[in-house]
Nanobody
Framework: VQLQASGGGLVQTGGSLRLSCAAS????????MGWFRQAPGKEREFVTA???????FAADSVKGRFTISRDNAKNTVYLRMNSLKPEDAAVYYC???????????????WGQGTLVTVSS
C-alpha cells in the first residue's frame, strides 16, 4: 500500500488542523493505521492509531486534543488536531500495517510526511 499524507501547515497556538492520509489499493480496511511525528532533533514518536475495527489509542500527550478516524470508503485516515501547542510542531507521518494490535508500534508502510508548524 502507498500512503500520501497531506494537510500540514502553519497554525497559531490553540488552533486546529486536520491531516489526511490517502492510501492506494482496495484493501484499506485490512490495515491498522497510525500517525507518528518527528520534531527537529528528536526521535520519531507515536501519536495515535486506529485499528481495523475502529478502536483508537492515543499517546498521553495528545489525548483529548487529537482524534484519529478513518473512512474505509475513501481509503483515508484523518488526524484532527485541536488546541495545538508549539510542542506539537513536527513532521507528521501516517503508517499502515496489516497485523492486529492497536498498541503495536510496528508499521510496515509509511507515508512521506507533512509538516505542521505551530506559532506561539
Amino acid at each position: 500500500v502507498q500512503l500520501q499524507a497531506s494537510g500540514g501547515g502553519l497554525v497559531q497556538t490553540g488552533g486546529s488542523l486536520r491531516l489526511s492520509c490517502a492510501a492506494s489499493g482496495r484493501t484499506f480496511s485490512r490495515y491498522r493505521m497510525g500517525w507518528f511525528r518527528q520534531a527537529p532533533g528528536k526521535e520519531r514518536e507515536f501519536v495515535t492509531a486506529i485499528s481495523q475495527s475502529g478502536i483508537t489509542f492515543a499517546a498521553d500527550s495528545v489525548k483529548g486534543r487529537f482524534t484519529i478516524s478513518r473512512d474505509n470508503a475513501k481509503n483515508t485516515v484523518y488526524l484532527r488536531m485541536n488546541s495545538l501547542k508549539p510542542e506539537d510542531a513536527a513532521v507528521y507521518y501516517c503508517a499502515a500495517d496489516e497485523r492486529v494490535g492497536i498498541l503495536s508500534r510496528e508499521y510496515e508502510y509509511w507515508g512521506q510526511g507533512t509538516l505542521v508548524t505551530v506559532s506561539s
